[in-house]
């Protein structure tokens, strides 16, 4: 197995001169590519803060993060912008996509900011939107979207840039039990044919049952880690 | 895509967008619309200087503006004119005597300028006919004709037919006076002048000042504006011993305003920019913390910092210009009427206009000359403005902002 993400002994501390909030403590962890793992846990075990230290969107106060051999602690800001355009994919709870621009170009301006060409941005933007089975839907705005074509929207810009692994942060959060079921089809399918890697956080049990490694984070620290049989995949 | 995505985005809140684009407008209106008002009084003045006060050209002995000493005579008359009318620019010709004098009546005096003139040269180059209001032109028939300006005849309250005693040194230093019947009141934009200035039939001005057929002055009107400076270089060089001065010399206030109205203008813009860029800068930052979940999920994404700046520039860049050609279109057809209709401004500031040498009704004239100060004075405003807001965008950061 190659691996793709090794976090060793990260901590988070939040507002440590006043009120100390240990998000993440002394976390270790070590993702193969191709996984698709759910990071569990009640509200406020360190999930997000998690997702955001080894998304580069945050930074540790200690401990480093590999990511591909590449300590993203010590890039620079702006490294770190193009490490997280280059590497990394991101599907938030709530969509976040920009509701001026249509849902194809809410896709290509990952691929635009790559600087890709023309022809490679089309022909990708079409793959994608066929895999998350919106072809008819790529010039609609997301408000004329539902949210769980939305989400797949999503899914699909977070697989434009080709990165090296997908974070999602509760991304059925916001869904109804069908469209949450329709899109972790998607990504199963993403996962088993394109070998991508996706990291989850979530409390739904839904997707809890479709992955096939469990890591459960209690008070910021792993609490437990469980890989899944390939069975539980076949949904 | 960075320029489609900034124009969407100044149009997500399409009422406080427009509010921005219609100040930018209305202001840029109000600011060209000072500048044409300008330019139209400015050309007006400088028409009034040219065609009815100093001529485009003077010629003067080199030492008789120094204290108007009669004895600071020209060389012959004919011989002057005629070398004059071999210059292709010069249109036409006035030859003057002036000297300095004590106006008197029964109920006081005042110093007046005293101008000998030819009516008929006079009328083509200063039209001293056309500013007759009362009474007649001069009649080189009538010997002591006088023609006072109305501000001088309201205050010695003289009348058609009064008679005045207008007293001076003639060339050889004696006093010498002679007495005048007003026989014409005549009225320019320039109040001070109508107050300071009478005119006498030539020949006999030059009888008191016992200078025969010589004269003081000999004032050129050009075929052109644009050929001043040429034409004096030309006329100087035919007259190596008088002293060629070009209306800027006569009138230097006059010249002086033009630069100094212009550069007051500007100001008024950029003031007028100043006020609106507030409004801009408040429009952004609040388009800015609206958006700021977005704006981290862009940085997030692999938007880099750059990038984030150059889309909020390009909004507030957007934002400022769209008004610009509104602004510049109402402003056109607003100036392009009344360069027609005329702004008469007499009822409120008449009296003051005439005591600067303007004319109280105004023809605005779009100021071409300068739209590229206005146009680089919108951008700066633009930029300005764009400043604080992008920086406000690329100091977010992408965790804090999401988990708003």
């Known amino acids: 197995m190659d691996t793709v993400i090794d976090a060793h002994d990260i901590s988070r501390i939040f507002n440590p001169e006043t009120i100390p909030v240990i998000a993440v403590n002394h976390v270790h962890l070590h993702l193969e590519r191709g996984e698709f793992t759910a990071l569990v846990g009640p509200s406020g075990s360190g999930k997000t803060t998690l997702l955001n230290l080894i998304g580069g969107l945050d930074r540790p106060d200690s ?30 709870q709530s969509f976040n996509l920009i509701p001026v621009l249509t849902a194809k170009e809410n896709v290509e301006l990952i691929m635009q900011l790559q600087h890709k060409n023309k022809k490679e941005v089309d022909e990708r933007v079409r793959s994608l939107f066929e895999q998350i089975g919106l072809a008819d839907k790529m010039n609609e705005r997301p408000s004329k979207l539902s949210g769980g074509q939305q989400q797949r929207v999503a899914v699909a810009r977070a697989l434009a840039s080709k990165p090296k692994f997908v974070l999602a942060d509760e991304p059925t ?35 809890i049952e479709r992955a096939r490694r469990v890591i459960t984070l209690v008070d910021g620290q792993v609490h437990s880690d469980t890989a899944r049989v390939e069975t539980s995949m076949q949904h | 895509m960075n320029f489609i995505l900034a124009w969407r985005n100044i ?9 921005i684009m219609s100040s930018v407008a209305l202001g840029l209106f109000a600011g060209i619309f000072v500048l044409a008002l300008y330019e139209g009084m400015l050309r007006a003045r400088v028409r009034t200087v040219i065609d009815r006060e100093v001529a485009h050209l003077q010629i003067h002995h080199p ?22 009318s071999g210059v292709p620019s010069v249109r036409f010709t006035a030859w003057r005597s002036v000297t300095q004098a004590m106006l008197s009546t029964a109920t006081g005096s005042a110093g007046v300028q005293i101008f000998g003139v030819l009516p008929g040269e006079e009328n083509q180059v200063s039209r001293l006919g056309d500013k007759v209001v009362e009474g007649i032109n001069l009649d080189p028939a009538k010997r002591n004709a006088l023609l006072v300006g109305r501000k001088l005849a309201e205050k010695m309250k003289l009348k058609l037919g009064s008679k005045v005693v207008l007293t001076f040194t003639d060339r050889d230093q004696n006093i010498t006076a002679g007495a005048f019947r007003v026989t014409g009141i005549y009225k320019t934009d320039n109040t001070p002048l109508d107050e300071l200035q009478v005119y006498v039939n030539h020949h006999t001005l030059n009888e008191y000042l016992a200078i025969g057929h010589g004269g003081h002055e000999v004032a050129i009107i050009l075929n052109s504006d644009k050929e001043v400076e040429s034409a004096k270089q030309v006329v100087q060089g035919l007259f190596p011993g008088q002293k060629v001065m070009t209306w800027k010399e006569n009138s230097p206030e006059t010249d002086y305003m033009v630069t100094s109205v212009d550069q007051f203008s500007y100001i008024i813009i950029v003031i007028i920019m100043i006020a609106l860029a507030f409004g801009i800068i408040n429009t952004m930052l609040m388009a800015v913390l609206e958006r700021t979940h977005e704006i981290g999920m862009l940085t997030a994404l692999g938007m880099n910092r750059p990038k984030v700046f150059n889309l909020i520039l390009t909004e507030t860049i957007l934002l400022t210009v769209v008004g610009v050609p509104v602004g510049f279109l109402v402003t056109w057809l607003t100036v392009g009427h009344f360069s027609k209709a005329g702004i008469d401004i007499s009822s409120f500031s008449g009296a003051a206009m005439s ?25 700066c405003t633009a930029l300005v403005s764009a400043l604080f807001p992008s920086l406000r965008a690329i100091k977010l950061q992408p965790a804090d902002a999401l988990r708003l």
Do not use: C
């Not at chain 1, 401990?63 to 490490?83: A, K």
């Not at chain 2, 149009?11 to 427009?18: H, I, M």
């Open chain 2, 355 to 379: 005591g600067f040498g303007f004319s109280s009704m105004i023809y605005p004239e779009f100021p071409w000359r300068s739209i590229p100060v206005v146009m680089a004075i919108v951008a």
């Open chain 1, 173 to 207: 959060a916001n869904l109804d039990s069908k469209s949450a079921s329709n899109l972790l089809d998607i990504m199963a399918l993403l996962n088993q044919e394109e070998n991508i890697t996706f990291i989850f956080s979530t409390h739904d049990a839904r997707v």
């Open chain 2, 11 to 19: 149009w997500r809140n399409k009422v406080r967008s427009l509010l």
């Open chain 1, 63 to 92: 401990g480093s993060i590999l990511i591909d051999g590449v300590d993203i602690t010590r890039l620079s800001p702006n490294q770190l912008i193009n490490f997280r355009l280059r590497n990394i994919g991101f599907v938030f």
């Open chain 2, 63 to 84: 030492r008789f503006k120094d204290d108007y000493d009669p004895a600071f005579l020209l060389g012959d008359r004919d011989s002057l004119l005629q070398r004059l």
